[in-house]
């Protein structure tokens, strides 16, 4: 048997609804013991293409009774692949097809709902051109050609359109006719893949809506697709967008659930629906101040902080009062401040004071009587290298910092030995 010699006929595509059909089998290729191929004269199981998933359903004869798992079609002849549930089967016999009618509606609801949804968008934007369509378990998606953004109002504009359009419960007219009369009669108002096959095309039409080329299973009217609800959107390429989308039983349970998200929101900030996003305004508003508040609070706090730091934390080193310590949430510059104007009051103190807030930070200071006895440039440059930064300045006031922010208490007591060894030599 050559490829493509059998020839099944294929019934799907005069009659999208027809669940049952009667044929025979021409030819029987098995895979194992429970596993095999079959051929029929005549099939009403779609095979999978045009992104749209095989038909399942069952095969039965007065013999046996297999499952189909796979449909496949190769130059014109239709692979069921089958799983052997009951009996036997042999070539001539007369068999009954019957198809997951369930499943296949499922398919035929998001085929309409592209043709609907493609519209929609044309509609909107004006010339698209189609680039593509999958159905999957959770979404169909469906590409489409355009140079310019596809926004959000553009498709939420859409989404509104082609459900008016399937609620109108347009007919959506299936027939063939050759390439050259579609292109002629239609021109640039066939949306189709890039690329038309030279002979003969099979149409499917929503009446002033949307007319296509496309070989898949359809509704017999807009209205069995129930409902079309677009759940996202992205660039895919350039000029290709991806649109992604729900049609019948899985868009109407994601409505919803999303309303039912937004009556649990509306309970949780005892607003009315309506007033949802005035709300969240309010709160994102108040939180800001609040933070602000917040900041400014830690910050007072730090500076009480740093106060007791030098009144409880002094060391008498020689003839020298010592403070190294640590205040968190404070700026450089603020420390810079506080240690200047301290050691300006106090002409024996050496005070070293670490902090952090995206990094970490050393600033140390002398009083006037200790210029002379310590460095305290190098001694901050050497703390900083500790911090993984570097440091220095004056012969009074120095800082430095580096990123290392667990590093800081290390930093400082090397900072604090630094000090004692150069103050009492040893
Ligand atoms: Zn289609």
Redesign the pocket.
């Known amino acids: 048997m050559k490829l493509g010699e059998l020839k099944t006929e294929l019934l799907y595509l005069s009659d999208a609804h027809l669940y049952e059909f009667d044929a025979n089998i021409l030819k029987i290729i098995d895979i194992d013991e429970e596993n095999a191929y079959f051929i029929l004269n005549r099939t009403a199981f779609f095979p999978q293409g045009g992104g749209q998933p095989a038909d399942h359903g069952l095969i039965i004869s007065t013999e046996g009774k297999a499952k189909v798992v796979d449909v496949q079609e190769k130059e014109g002849d239709v692979y069921h692949k089958v799983k052997i549930l009951e009996g036997t089967f042999k070539e001539n016999d007369a068999i009954r097809g019957k198809i997951d009618a369930t499943r296949r509606l499922k398919f035929m609801r998001a085929?309409s709902g592209?043709?609907l949804l493609f519209g929609a968008i044309k509609a909107v934007l004006g010339h698209i051109e189609y680039a593509g369509f999958e159905i999957s378990e959770d979404k169909i998606r469906m590409d489409i050609q355009y140079p310019g953004k596809v926004t959000k109002e553009v498709l939420d504009k859409a989404e509104i359109l082609a459900n008016k359009v399937m609620i109108e419960d347009r007919p959506m007219k299936t027939y063939t006719i050759t390439t050259k009369e579609a292109i002629e009669k239609f021109g640039e108002e066939l949306s189709f893949a890039k690329e038309l096959p030279d002979e003969i095309l099979r149409i499917?039409e929503i009446p002033e809506w949307d007319i296509?080329a496309?070989s898949?299973t359809?509704c017999l009217s807009s209205g069995m697709v129930r409902m079309i609800k677009i759940i996202g959107s992205y660039r895919l390429q350039e000029n290709v967008e991806r649109v992604e989308f729900l049609v019948g039983e899985q868009a109407i349970l994601n409505a919803l659930r999303s309303l039912k998200e937004l009556d649990n929101i509306s309970k949780q900030l005892q607003v009315e629906k309506g007033n949802i996003i005035r709300e969240i305004g309010r709160i994102k508003k108040e939180l800001e101040t609040l933070q602000k508040e917040n900041i400014k609070l830690r910050k007072e706090m730090a500076g009480y902080k740093l106060q007791d730091l030098v009144e409880k934390e002094q060391e008498q080193v020689g003839d020298y009062k010592l403070v190294v310590g640590e205040v968190p949430m404070l700026s450089t510059k603020e420390i810079v401040a506080f240690v200047k104007e301290t050691c300006l009051k106090d002409r024996n103190l050496i005070l070293v004071v670490g902090s952090y807030e995206k990094s970490a930070y050393i600033v140390g200071g002398l009083g006037e009587d200790v210029k002379g006895a310590v460095n305290i440039s190098e001694i901050i440059h050497e703390a900083a290298q500790e911090l993984g930064g570097r440091g220095g300045g004056g012969p009074t006031l120095a800082q430095g910092g580096g990123p290392m922010k667990v590093k800081l208490k290390d930093a400082l007591s090397l900072a604090k030995s630094k000090i004692k060894q150069k103050i009492l030599g040893k």
């Open positions: 085929h592209s043709h499917v296509a496309c898949g359809h």
